[in-house]
């Protein structure tokens, strides 16, 4: 399978744990996104990088959420100290990012419960 | 500001008919607009994009989708619905203006009945 990846799918755990969770993008993919979604809603920007360097973050993303791309490879998107309100979808996508291939393509998910 | 509308939360359509999902955007300078599907449980999947060209573009499983400048729209069509579209739809669109970020609407739920 050469698509997008994500791991874990599924995340469980308490407040105040640490949570970081990875997405392995399509290979020749030089920009890689990682989005929020939460029930009803759509994709909702977090960050995101061309190759390995971190180009732009929501204002909305708090201290605790932190995000790398070492290599401009894989990534991974840390949630420190969670919080219910950080249940949600966390997408990754990636793109080639070349004229006229702009599109994104998107990984499965990893759902986040905080209990 | 970029911003993407979807005015109707859920479009209802029998098997067979014709159907059309709205998208309006509101973008300075030229708009890259998408159209993406999502399943239960999974990732957004691409159907079809604008970037210039033809205001009619064709897409994956039948789908199209009109450009129009003048009325800021960007809507979603099939001629003969399927059972197998239904699904939650999304348009996006790329502030070229602002690092290149995506921005998206907050979904359509389309559903096709027998």
């Known amino acids: 399978d050469t698509g997008v990846s994500q791991d874990p799918r599924h995340k469980i755990t308490k407040r105040g744990q640490n949570v970081t969770f990875r997405c392995d993008p399509i290979s020749e993919h030089n920009r890689l996104y990682w989005y929020r979604q939460t029930l009803g809603q759509g994709p909702e920007f977090l960050t995101y990088?061309?190759?390995?360097?971190?180009?732009?973050k929501s204002r909305l993303l708090s201290d605790r959420f932190s995000a790398e791309r070492p290599k401009g490879s894989f990534s991974t998107l840390e949630i420190q100290r969670t919080e219910q309100g950080d249940s949600a979808m966390y997408l990754c996508a990636s793109s080639l990012d070349k004229w006229p291939s702009y599109e994104q393509y998107f990984g499965p998910g990893t759902r986040l419960t905080v209990t | 500001a970029q911003s993407v509308a979807q005015p109707e939360d859920q479009v209802n359509v029998a098997e067979g008919n014709p159907l059309t999902v709205k998208c309006t955007y509101s973008?300075?300078?030229?708009?890259?607009l998408f159209w993406y599907v999502q399943y239960p449980n999974r990732g957004l999947q691409f159907l079809l994009k604008y970037i210039t060209g033809d205001n009619l573009v064709k897409g994956s499983y039948g789908f199209e989708a009109e450009f129009n400048k003048s009325q800021t729209s960007f809507h979603l069509k099939k001629p003969s619905a399927l059972v197998s579209d239904s699904a939650l739809y999304f348009c996006a669109v790329r502030d070229i203006n602002n690092f290149n970020k995506f921005y998206f609407g907050s979904g359509t739920k389309l559903n096709v009945k027998p």
């Open positions: 990088f061309q190759n390995e360097a971190q180009l732009e």
């Open positions: 973008v300075s300078g030229n708009p890259y």
